[in-house]
């Protein structure tokens, strides 16, 4: 499935998804001065019922603006945070075409992804 800008997707029976996108770039806040966010994909995602969402932010690996980012940093717990960022992966790279990542998302129990709600 390829997407850009937004898009959604159906996990599969073993909740894996996949997509492809253009990898962002940093961005400054707005009327911050010289504060970047690190890129980073925002995802909406929902459980078995509607009022199972979460809302989240995926980072990649070895950004230097991770150590700086307000959001991120906000996250007290270590394995928390590390759980934030994608593993590269060659095995899910596209040959010619585009690098593969692979980020697991947990929706609910003790090893839930963290959220934005919970700040
Ligand atoms: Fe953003």
Known sequence: MCIRDRGRCLTDDEGRYRFTTIRPGAYPLAGRH???????????????????????????PGDPLLEHDEIIRSVRDPDARRALIATYDPAENASEWSLGYRWDVVLDGPDATWTEEGR
């Open 34 to 60: 010289n504060v970047w966010r690190p890129a980073h994909l925002h995802f909406s995602l929902f459980g078995t019922a509607f009022t199972q969402r979460l809302v989240t932010q995926m980072y990649f």
